[in-house]
């Protein structure tokens, strides 16, 4: 037993110098000895095991303190990647990171018809085999493969419980990937991936904690705390579609009246708006608003005080120290975005009003993808 923890001990602390250097790089061997409070010679038998393993170079920096020069440690991009996947009702995209979270590739592929889930995550296997022969990664510096799902996901077990975009109940997605791919795999919430990638790479980067909100054809939100996600009972907390606000509204698909995704999704909007003119495209209704049709800016504002109250909201409810706005309705229409940074402040008393920080997603269409990526190194790397 006492072997057994040593041996876990010593591996935990070759991840936790890896860590460091990478998230500190370039970075001298006397530094990672002050943050780890390690002796200089552990870390050197460390550090001469993460070179003999590939992930780790001497930098051709010179650290410039005070004291004998020391040459710098870096991390090998090389040394290993990982493969984030979106999956919508209409197509892959497909993306490989390295080991610096760095996207070397990416390319989106048309699903033919999604309701035959065997059909697609197949095809979406053997894409993904594709992919890896043609960029040349020999299979064992392939960590996992990580799937962004719009829909409730049992992230335990690796299971689609239920995806209305995708028509899914129960899919064993992990399972199927894992056998067609012979990679390790892992499938969560779309959103929850995006967080990651805002949280790691994008407008929550250094924060402690972050809530990102996504508004399009759904609505969801995901929660980061310290780095992990706050899932709830069964990984759907944020999922902030059918809260209610307003008991008198239209009936939504779950048999509630006046969900949150009653007023605020595409569909909803466009239904509201076809009651005066037959519009085919937010785009169109924006169109209308610019050119001052009273009934399209009486639309914008019933939408955009929807979406300032459920950002107020959650800042009330989680207090993180960012929250992000994603989402096509959010991301692509500046009239909407002037309207809710005007809006958002009258909704808020101190200390939110000045403490608060509220920003855009900056990762737009490879959030997914990236987020995916990186989730599938923290999830599924392990040192030998």
């Known amino acids: 037993m006492e072997k057994h923890d040593n041996v876990f001990i010593k591996k935990q602390n070759k991840k936790w110098v890896l860590d460091i250097i990478k998230n500190?790089?370039?970075?001298?061997?006397?530094?990672v000895s002050k943050i780890t409070d390690m002796s200089p010679t552990s870390i050197s038998r460390i550090v001469q095991e993460l070179e003999q393993d590939g992930f780790i170079k001497e930098s051709d920096l010179i650290s410039n303190g005070v004291g004998r020069k020391a040459t710098l440690l870096d991390v090998r991009p090389d040394a290993n990647f990982s493969?984030?996947?979106?999956?919508?009702?209409?197509?892959?995209?497909?993306?490989?990171?390295?080991f610096l979270d760095e996207m070397t590739f990416s390319q989106t592929f048309p699903v033919e018809d999604v309701e035959d889930y065997m059909k697609t995550l197949n095809d979406g296997s053997r894409l993904i085999k594709r992919i890896i022969n043609e960029q040349e990664i020999p299979m064992e510096k392939i960590v996992g493969i990580a799937i962004?799902?719009?829909?409730?996901?049992?992230?335990?077990?690796?299971?689609?419980?239920?995806?209305?975009?995708?028509?899914?109940?129960?899919?064993?997605?992990?399972?199927?990937?894992?056998?067609?791919?012979?990679?390790?795999?892992?499938?969560?919430n779309d959103l929850k991936m995006k967080a990651m990638a805002e949280y790691t790479a994008g407008a929550a980067k250094s924060s402690k904690s972050s809530v990102l909100i996504g508004i399009g054809s759904g609505i969801g939100s995901a929660i980061i705390m310290n780095g992990e996600f706050y899932r709830g009972e069964n990984n759907i907390a944020g999922e902030i579609s059918h809260t209610v606000v307003d008991i008198n509204g239209n009936l939504c698909r779950c048999g509630k009246f006046g969900c949150l995704a009653t007023v605020l999704t595409e569909s909803s909007i466009l239904q509201q708006a076809r009651k005066i003119k037959e519009v085919s495209s937010l785009k169109q209704l924006l169109d209308y608003y610019n050119s001052g049709e009273t009934w399209a800016i009486n639309i914008i504002d019933r939408v955009t005080t929807y979406i300032v109250t459920t950002i107020t909201n959650i800042l009330y409810i989680y207090n993180p120290e960012v929250l992000v706005l994603s989402g096509f309705i959010l991301e692509d229409f500046p009239e909407i975005q002037a309207?809710?940074?005007?809006?958002?402040?009258?909704?808020?008393?101190?200390?939110?009003?000045?403490?608060?920080?509220?920003?855009?997603?900056?990762?737009?269409?490879?959030?997914?993808?990236?987020?995916?990526?990186?989730?599938?190194?923290?999830?599924?790397?392990?040192?030998?």
Do not use: C, M
């Open 148 to 188: 962004g799902v719009p829909g409730f996901i049992d992230y335990e077990n690796g299971v689609v419980a239920h995806s209305t975009q995708l028509k899914w109940n129960n899919v064993p997605i992990v399972e199927i990937i894992e056998s067609a791919t012979s990679l390790k795999a892992i499938v969560d």
């Open 339 to 384: 309207l809710i940074k005007k809006k958002y402040k009258l909704y808020l008393t101190e200390p939110f009003k000045t403490h608060s920080r509220i920003v855009f997603a900056e990762l737009k269409d490879h959030g997914i993808v990236k987020g995916a990526g990186i989730q599938a190194q923290k999830v599924l790397f392990r040192l030998q």
């Open 83 to 98: 493969i984030g996947v979106e999956l919508t009702e209409k197509h892959f995209k497909i993306g490989i990171l390295n």
């Open 24 to 31: 500190n790089r370039p970075i001298s061997r006397a530094e």
